[in-house]
């Protein structure tokens, strides 16, 4: 069984930057994507990023496109997320998951995901 931690999150003004980084333990997750995903109180969770099992593709939702970056290290079995250019609607809980199947495309689908970690919390100030 796999764990994912995620770490980076906190308190950033609007135009700042924070960089979140997701580390998995008990199993490797270089043979699957990874995506992360938000919630903010009161919303459904909404797909942010994916990346697949290589990196050598990657996936933005369109309100983040441009501002962040997906990247993983297998080496580490971390992914990261950087966020740039944060805004106020960027607030809520950030969680990294990991696809279900190995081998497979990253996708914007939160069904697809089966192991999540417990995310951490982004909140940006105007």
């Known amino acids: 069984q796999v764990q994912l931690v995620e770490s980076g999150g906190g308190l950033v003004q609007a135009g700042g930057s924070l960089r979140l980084s997701c580390t998995a333990s008990?199993?490797?997750?270089?043979?699957?994507?990874m995506g992360w995903f938000r919630q903010a109180p009161g919303k459904e969770r909404e797909f942010v990023a994916a990346?697949?099992?290589?990196?050598?593709?990657?996936y933005y939702a369109d309100s983040v496109k441009g501002r962040f970056t997906i990247s993983r290290d297998n080496a580490k079995n971390t992914v990261y997320l950087q966020m740039n250019s944060l805004r106020p609607e960027d607030t809520a809980i950030y969680y990294c998951?990991?696809?279900?199947?190995?081998?497979?495309?990253?996708?914007?689908?939160?069904?697809?995901?089966?192991?999540w970690g417990q995310g951490t919390q982004v909140t940006v100030t105007s």
């Open positions: 008990g199993q490797s997750v270089g043979n699957y994507a």
């Open positions: 990346i697949s099992y290589g990196g050598g593709s990657t």
């Open positions: 998951a990991r696809r279900r199947n190995p081998g497979v495309r990253a996708t914007y689908a939160d069904f697809d995901y089966l192991y």
